[in-house]
């Protein structure tokens, strides 16, 4: 019998990230109809990114695949990418953008993606199963990246309250580099184990692709998030502008753009828990969210220090508050190695209290 051959590309998720720089070449500024027309070509950029990550990652197999789902898409390139530029454009919310868009990803990983994977995977499958030891491991490095760049500015006492100085902000910078990459290292060889699914189903391993399509889908993916930059920074102005429009509070930006920016990562997960595959959407989801602030903070940091430009990182009183009842709430959801449906209804309600505040703060 013969081996299953794995299918060309399909055309799709080529064309649209090549339209999408078409698009972009032809500017959008100030034009309603392109502006439309680039928000449509940066959706189906995503999804040609979600395509080729996929490929790419079932080559090099788990949990590398998921590291590449994670990282590779959005997180350092997209994230990083878009805060830089918007924050060296300047504006009345530059120095706060970077804390915004970073606390809007956490949260909208740890409520809003966990709960909608939770809550169809409880619905089609009931309950559905993982391993304990990965969720500690991720959560013990998460709560103590967040607590160090997001809660401690505003316990520090040389520099106003939420913000640091440049020593406090280079020794943060690299603690977060050095626990980020600790939680690789565990996660790829010390312990690699913990973050593998008990996957029993055939149609999950498939053959994976020849090298050639994947080294292909390698240079698709790299184009496909530079358009989805590009785009997005081109389309911000309009964002801010809708932002302003509604007299919503400037901080609705920064969690806007980390739904532009989590969107890949995102399908990917939903995708895992439909199929019952509960193991990957926590890696994917929780890898997301480390990388989000674990790489994040230190590039934005890097940046602000070259440049000299402010950042200020400290939550507020609010912030602090909606952020430990998440992470203790998907602390208290995960801690079983099981989850249901209502786990994830109690982590949306959550969601939709973060994004009712920051709308009528």
């Known amino acids: ?22 698009v972009y070449f032809i500017g959008i500024k100030g034009s309603v ?26 080559k090099v197999g788990e949990p590398f695949g998921t590291i590449i789902l994670a990282l590779a898409l959005a997180i350092t390139v997209l994230e990083v990418g878009l805060i830089v530029s918007m924050m060296m454009g300047g504006g009345s919310n530059a120095a706060y953008l970077a804390r915004d868009t970073v606390f809007a990803a956490i949260m909208l990983i740890l409520t809003g993606l966990l709960g909608v994977c ?42 106003p309250s939420g913000s640091y100085n440049t020593a406090q902000l280079l020794f943060i910078a690299v603690a977060s580099f050095v626990l980020y990459f600790s939680f690789i290292l565990t996660q790829t060889v010390r312990h690699r184990d913990y973050f593998l699914a008990d996957d029993e189903d055939p149609s999950h391993h498939a053959e994976p692709p020849p090298t050639q399509i994947a080294l292909a889908s390698l240079v698709c993916l790299v184009v496909c998030l530079g358009v989805v930059i590009a785009l997005a920074k081109a389309l911000s102005p309009a964002i801010e502008s809708m932002v302003v429009s509604w007299g919503a509070p400037k901080a609705l930006v920064g969690v806007i753009i980390a739904a ?52 200020m990182l400290g939550l507020d009183a609010k912030s602090m508050l909606l952020l430990g009842l998440s992470t203790f709430t998907v602390m208290l959801s995960l801690h079983y190695g099981k989850t249901n449906m209502l786990y994830g209804i109690v982590l949306l309600v959550n969601l939709a209290a973060y994004v009712f505040t920051v709308i009528v703060p």
Not at 1 to 22: F, G
Not at 39 to 56: N, R, W, Y
Request: with cysteine.
């Open 118 to 159: 939770l809550l169809i995977g409880g619905l089609k499958h009931r309950e559905q199963f993982f391993n304990k030891k990965s969720v500690s491991t991720a959560l013990v490095t998460l709560i103590s990246i967040l607590v160090l760049t997001l809660v401690l500015p505003n316990f520090t006492t040389s520099t």
């Open 260 to 311: 532009v920016v989590l969107m890949p990562e995102s399908l990917a997960a939903l995708t895992a828990a439909r199929r019952n595959r509960l193991q990957t959407s926590i890696n994917l989801a929780l890898g997301s969210a480390l990388a989000s602030i674990g790489l994040t903070i230190p590039a934005v940091a890097l940046v602000c220090l070259i440049y000299d430009i402010d950042v």
């Open 1 to 22: 019998m013969t081996k299953p051959t794995h299918n060309p590309l399909p055309i799709w998720s080529i064309a649209l990230p090549i339209a999408a720089w078409l």
């Open 33 to 58: 109809p392109l502006q439309l027309i680039g928000g449509a070509m940066l959706i189906g950029s995503v999804l040609s990114a979600v395509h080729h990550a996929e490929v790419v990652a079932h």
